[in-house]
């Protein structure tokens, strides 16, 4: 029986990751683990069918202002316009006109902006926070762990929406900066209380043992080997965090608790609703702006769920 010599024998070929230095190692696995990702990523059609929906909203985000000129926007230079009017053949007008006759199809164009800032923006603070605060309840066991635990856990137990409505309305201002600071700065509690739950889970490890034992700092144990180890989850849970996000701000906009002066499918809906679209018949003012917030919401649970099935191997498997 024959053994394999770990080191290559004199005048044969060194294996090619011999040659290579240890940081173009590290970057070679990261472009095959990337690789590997997108093959089983591609395989889940609901993922793709989230990723092209979100593709298209992006590109609508994008290109509003080429195509939609913002005196379609203006009031004052729609005044000629007929208020609720229906469809038409008309590119601009395809569905129609809102209370004050300008086009809803340039409307709705335009709201993808907002939603899409204020959901992506505000979700990264809600995983920075949330991923900071579960990694340091987790690994610390003395009152500065105790403090955050029982900190995400008033945070948890405080309605959400209550509490968007009194921090939105007590600072008062309703710039759209506002309102991703505190969406982001409520979201993030159910972060960080997954992101605890399997920090503790990896601390139970050996590796983590012989890292103490080692003489590792704190910050080196939970930059190095607990945060590598957490973030597949944090990533899953952040695609599904924007969905949240982007139905809170919904809300607010709704309740006029948004700036007027931008554009949102929220204050789209508010409008049609002000305006008795309902009662009216103006479905093209009202139902077109809850499909888009449908639409992107859908799009981000089913990219959010794939993530969770391909990043997590227990899931994978069953």
């Avoid at 930059?223 to 969905?243: F, S, Y």
């Avoid at 906009?253 to 007027?260: A, E, R, V």
Wanted: overall charge neutral.
């Amino acid at each position: 029986m024959t053994t394999t010599q770990a080191n290559p024998t004199p005048g044969s070929t060194p294996p090619p990751d011999i040659l290579l230095s240890p940081r173009k190692i590290a970057w070679k696995r990261r472009r095959t683990a990337l690789s590997r990702f997108l093959v089983q990523f591609a395989q889940h059609r609901s993922g793709l069918a989230g990723v092209g929906i979100l593709i298209l909203f992006v590109m609508v985000a994008v290109t509003s202002p080429c195509i939609f000129p913002e005196y379609l926007l203006d009031p004052i230079d729609n005044l000629s316009n007929e208020a609720l009017a229906g469809p038409s053949g008309e590119f601009y007008y395809w569905l129609g006109t809102d209370n004050l006759g300008r086009s809803v199809l340039a409307e709705l164009a335009w709201g993808a902006r907002p939603s899409l800032v204020v959901g992506i923006v505000g979700s990264f603070i809600a995983m920075v926070i949330g991923t900071l605060v579960g990694i340091s309840s987790g690994h610390f066991r003395n009152w500065l762990g105790g403090g955050m635990e029982r900190l995400t856990d008033w945070f948890l137990v405080l309605p959400f929406i209550p509490l968007v409505i009194v921090l939105q309305a007590v600072i008062g201002q309703t710039s759209i900066w506002v309102t991703v600071i505190v969406l982001g700065a409520t979201s993030w509690p159910g972060t960080a209380r997954l992101v605890r739950a399997q920090t503790l889970s990896v601390e139970a490890r050996p590796y983590i043992e012989r890292a103490k034992v080692l003489g590792n700092s704190d910050w080196k144990q939970m930059n190095r080997h607990v945060l590598p180890n957490v973030m597949p989850l944090v990533i899953a849970n952040t695609t599904l965090t924007v969905a949240i996000v982007i139905l809170s701000m919904t809300t607010l906009s709704f309740l006029g608790l948004f700036d007027p002066n931008i554009i949102s499918w929220g204050g789209m809906l508010e409008a049609a609703d002000g305006a008795g679209a309902a009662s009216e018949g103006a479905w093209w003012f009202l139902i077109p702006p809850g499909l888009c917030v449908v639409a992107v919401v859908l799009a981000f649970t089913l990219i959010g769920r794939t993530l969770e099935v391909v990043l997590n191997p227990r899931l994978g498997s069953n």
